[in-house]
C-alpha cells in the first residue's frame, strides 16, 4: 500500500530562521508530488510539483524553494522565513495520472 | 482563468439532517472533479472522483453529482453525523500532462448535536 509522511508536524520558528520540511512517499513509483500550504481560513494553494527527479516547478513567486533529490522525497525549505510563512503546508502525490491526489498530514509552520 | 467556486462558505446543521454543499468551476479541459473531506488539522482525504461520464457517484453517506454541461457539481450528506463536520473541498484537474488541480476555497461543515 501507498503512505505518505510529513515531518515534523509542528514547527514554530523565528522570523529570518531557514525552514525544511520533508515529504516521502512509500509504495509507489515515479509519483507526481506536490507541495500546497492552506493559511488559516483560506483554501489549499499549491507552491510547487514536481513529475520527476530534479524537476520542480513553482506556482506561486516567494521566498520558498522546493528540490526533489530522490524519486520519492519532496523538501520545501526557506533560507530567512517571513510571518507570511505562517501556515499549515500538506505535501501530495499522485498515485497515477488520474489526477486523484493523496495528502500527508501535513506541517504546523508557526513563524514568531 | 480556471476557478472553482463552493457555497455555501459555511453550514450549520442538526445531527441527523441533510446537507447539500455545492461546486461550479470553469476549469477547461475538464479531466476530473473530485470531493474531498478535510478535517481540522488534517490532510483532505478524498470522497469521491468523477470523469466527464459520471453523473452520480456514491461512498456511503456522501452522493456526489456532476453536470458537465453547466459545469456544477454538489455533495448530497444524508443522515449527518457529528464526524461529518469538516471542510469540504471541491477540486477539478485539467486534461494534459502535468495534471494540476484546481481547488476551492471549501466549505465548512458544522453539525450540532
Known amino acids: 500500500s501507498q503512505t505518505i509522511h510529513q515531518w515534523p508536524a509542528t514547527l514554530v520558528q523565528p522570523v529570518g530562521s531557514p525552514l525544511s520540511l520533508e515529504c516521502t512517499v512509500e509504495g509507489t513509483s515515479n509519483p507526481n508530488l506536490y507541495w500546497y500550504r492552506q493559511a488559516a481560513g483560506r483554501g489549499l494553494q499549491l507552491l510547487f510539483y514536481?513529475?520527476?527527479?530534479?524537476?520542480i516547478s513553482s506556482e506561486v513567486p516567494q521566498n520558498l524553494s522546493a528540490s526533489r533529490p530522490q524519486d520519492r522525497q519532496f523538501i520545501l525549505s526557506s533560507k530567512k522565513l517571513l510571518l507570511s510563512d505562517s501556515g499549515f503546508y500538506l505535501c501530495?502525490?499522485?498515485?497515477?495520472?488520474?489526477?486523484?491526489?493523496?495528502f500527508g498530514p501535513g506541517t504546523r509552520l508557526t513563524v514568531t | 482563468k480556471n476557478q472553482v467556486e463552493q457555497s455555501p462558505q459555511s453550514l450549520i446543521i442538526l445531527e441527523g439532517k441533510n446537507c447539500t454543499l455545492q461546486c461550479n468551476y470553469t476549469v477547461s479541459p475538464f479531466s476530473n472533479l473530485r470531493w474531498y473531506k478535510q478535517d481540522t488539522g488534517r490532510g483532505p482525504v478524498s470522497l469521491t472522483i468523477?470523469?466527464?461520464?459520471?453523473n452520480t457517484k456514491s461512498n456511503g453517506r456522501y452522493t456526489a453529482t456532476l453536470d458537465a454541461d453547466t459545469k456544477q457539481s454538489s455533495l448530497h450528506i444524508t443522515a449527518s453525523q457529528l464526524s461529518d463536520s469538516a471542510s469540504y473541498i471541491c477540486v477539478v484537474t485539467t486534461s494534459g500532462g502535468s495534471y494540476i488541480p484546481t481547488f476551492g476555497r471549501g466549505t465548512s461543515l458544522i453539525v450540532h448535536p
Open positions: 514536481s513529475v520527476g527527479i530534479g524537476q
Open positions: 501530495a502525490y499522485n498515485r497515477d495520472k488520474s489526477g486523484e491526489q493523496y
Open positions: 468523477m470523469t466527464f461520464s459520471e
